[in-house]
């Protein structure tokens, strides 16, 4: 990808008073993908989209836009749109008069006609053929969502930008929607950069996915990376379901180490980042890399608390001794009849490669200041 | 069933008693008398005579001027009042720091706890051979009239009714959604137009509240064309004062006030008319 990046941070730094939102953040977004900022609220992803669109202006550092600095420009001399929260759609204009509003606003002026012709192709776009004379107010909330999108795309951005457009529709809403985003994308062929805290939206839809944290991009990498590989102890529990078993470091080989947890169990588990022997660690072990038996195998042995049925898989709480309650996922095959009953002892095996060790102490630190900063923020 | 809708329609017709009552004392009543009186005629010895006859109505074209002035002084107060409390309520509802914005309103309604009275009399004195044109005589202006000059009503009129202005368009202004603003700029809008075709336009409702609110008390107002228009700029309440409690021609009063009370109904129609029609909004708050 030698091509300029659509969108480019350079050392982009956002203070609002004592509160930095945003630090430090080198970012270059390829052209055509689909990329969402994921991370808890006040981890400052909000503030980078609103900085691209122009809204906030960084405190250090430079945003680009197709290579271009945009410091000074204001939001609409910018070649980007916005998705709003909630829409923000003109209440005292029709669906027409809400997607042409853009096109007004082009000068050299469109003619009345070019202005009608695209805003039509853009309903149609958005499969809202024929509701041009709508009032806002008596659209579904899906339907607002078909008009922002299509009042954003009719300007024909260079990136189109989305602040956590889904949040406020139901789920069954929420999904068609993912799709119909990702096919969009595909076909329109532009950047979408997407803000959500969401991080099965994040996984779902986009190419890339940049988790943020603390003001800070933690990881940026495609879905499966992000969940597989994630670079760091915030990232693997953040994104997905995942069980934290803490431990020391009790022996180290290559990339692997040895793992003695609280209840005198070693494991081996990979590292990411280099661990001394002694350290304090946790590791990482996903619900579906947990396999359940009848007891007598398995690195740990537990009693099922829990047994959550959800169709096609099934998940179970597992206490186990000394450890603490353990989070497993098991496909459920139709008529295999092999679930287990609360009360009923397991035991409980992972394939090897799947733990991940993470140096312990920085997680709970990072995670408070977070809420700290949500809560100045909100 | 049927009892308790019964009851549920006796609980509602006790709480509107009270305000029907009144409203049917003190408002409709006197009115249905107005009405009465304004077809009748005036008896010898001054007061109200039973007839039927449209002569007063006629005869409007009597009190011409006071309409004149009426009708030209109370729109052209309410359109100063408005020009001059827009900025104002704009700075305070979207500019203004969070925490001055209480008091600065506070600052606003203050006068009011001044009767209208002592404030009109200040401006008499401010206005008059020893205020400002005695200040002016210093630096050479000589022989400047402020006061008993339609300037000076409109003067009056636009310190005493701003705060009425200011308030309701303060409201529509501080209910506006800052996203919308943000969305128009995204859209490539400039600050002016996103003011003329955003903020402007949803704060209508605002503006023709106050509008109609202030020139519907302007049309009935008496005592600062009294006090700063001297006699010489008078306005229908002037006329009506004159006719009910000098002359005591009732019936021709009457005629007036209906006719008044008229032209006030259309001024509201219109303006409610005009904002739901351009803000898209689908009712009109009254503050």
Known sequence: MTAVPDIEFRA????????????????????????????????????????????????????????????????????????????????????????????????????SREIALRAGEALSMVQLAGYGRRKIHELSGGQQQRVALARALVNKPAVLLLDEPLAALDKKLRTDMQIELQNLQREIGITFVLVTHDQEEALSMSDFVCVMNGGRVVQLGQPSEIYDEPADLFVADFVGKTNLLNGKVAGLSGDLVDVALADGTVISARKRVPLSRGEAVSVSLRPESLSLSAPGSGAFKGIVRNRIFLGSTAEYAIEVQGIGSLL???????????????????????????????????NNGTNQREDQHAEILS | MRRSLFRKNLVTALLLAPATLWLVVFLVLPFVAIAVFSVGERAPEGGYQAALTFAQYANLPARATAFWNTMVLAPAGALACLLVAYPVAYYLALRAPQRWRLILLALIVIPFWTSLLMRTYAWMYILGGRGIPALLAYVGIEDLRLINTPGAVLLGIVYGYLPLMILPIYVSLERLDRRLLEASADLGATPLSTFLGVTLRLSLPGVMTGFSLVMILLLGEYLIPTLLGGGKVFFIGNALVDLFLQSRNWPFGSAIAITLVLVSVVVLIVANRISTRLSGARRVDLI
Do not use: W
């Not at chain 1, 808890?40 to 836009?65: A, D, H, N, W």
């Open chain 1, 12 to 111: 982009v730094t956002k203070r609002y008073g004592a509160i930095t939102a945003v630090s430090d953040i080198d970012l270059a977004i390829p052209p055509s993908a689909f990329v969402a900022l994921l991370g808890p609220s006040g981890c400052g992803k909000t503030t980078c989209l609103r900085m691209i669109g122009g809204f906030e202006q960084p405190s250090e550092g430079q945003v680009l836009i197709r290579g271009r600095d945009m410091a000074g420009t204001p939001p609409y001399r910018r070649p980007v749109n916005m998705v709003f929260q909630q829409y923000a759609l003109f209440p005292h204009l029709d669906v027409e008069e809400n997607i042409s509003y853009g096109l007004r606003q082009a000068r050299p002026r469109l003619s």
């Open chain 1, 328 to 362: 497993a996922k098991a496909d459920h095959v139709i008529g295999q009849g092999n679930l287990f009953k609360p009360g009923e002892p397991v035991a409980i095996g992972f394939a090897a490669g799947a733990p991940l060790a993470f140096p312990h102490a920085n």
